[in-house]
């Protein structure tokens, strides 16, 4: 079980130090887009949930989302114009990414529930960055482009990143690591008895007298 956590682990590092290197160099291209077209902004959005899609998808345990996502944040931090508070925003990301999944008690990981749970996480922070931004004062199509971005952006990258999970899982990365996509609940003691092993009450028999 140690030798399981610590390789655990240590997948989630290397796949967020490989998501803070895109996320440095995603910042230059957001911060341009922020500055000479706002209303772009939110295409570039789904890179942030790229290491906790990959791990989700790969791995399929909980608590991988977020620790993925704050490793590549604090990989990120000295090349963000933002700081340190790329780590909130990320580790924010991670767990929006934990919640649908930790709701069925990490026993269920069908392709759409990870579809659903960027497109809600996209429409969070699209009005979060919609109301900072000021876009409400923006024409009617530049609002509906500025949201429609940033639903658009994580459900491509959520794609991306499960073919990438998909091409790391054929190497055999996830080998041991990983549960099923759909783990059913534990049979009850008293389920499992045979008809005749069940006590006669059990089974609406009078007892003999």
């Known amino acids: 079980m140690k030798n399981t956590s610590t390789r655990l682990l240590l997948t989630c590092a290397a796949i967020g130090v490989a ?8 910042a230059y291209i957001s911060g341009t887009l922020a500055a000479a077209a706002p209303m772009f902004y939110g295409a570039v959005i ?8 990959i791990a989700q998808a790969l791995l399929r ?4 989302a977020l620790i993925t996502s704050v490793i590549a944040g604090l990989v990120s931090v000295p090349f963000q114009p933002i700081g340190f508070a790329a780590v909130m925003a990320a580790g924010s990301i991670g767990l929006l990414q934990e919640l649908p999944f930790a709701v069925t008690l ?25 109301i900072a931004q000021g876009v409400e004062l923006s024409r009617p199509w530049v609002q509906v482009l500025h949201i429609g971005l940033f ?17 790391l899982d054929r190497t055999g990365a996830g080998r041991g ?16 008895l045979p008809m005749t092993a069940r006590p006669a009450a059990a089974i609406g028999v009078p007892p003999a007298r």
């Open 106 to 130: 990490y026993r269920y990981w069908r392709a759409w529930l990870f579809y659903a749970a960027v497109t809600v996480a996209g429409l969070i922070f699209g009005f979060g960055v919609f």
């Open 177 to 192: 690591l990983q549960l099923p996509i759909v783990r059913r609940r534990p049979a009850r003691d008293s389920d499992a």
């Open 46 to 53: 789904g890179v942030y949930f790229l290491p906790g899609v």
């Open 151 to 167: 639903v658009v952006s994580p459900i491509v990258f959520t794609w991306l990143g499960r073919a990438i999970a998909a091409g």
């Open 19 to 26: 998501g803070g290197i895109v996320f440095s160099v995603s």
């Open 61 to 64: 345990r909980g608590g991988v």
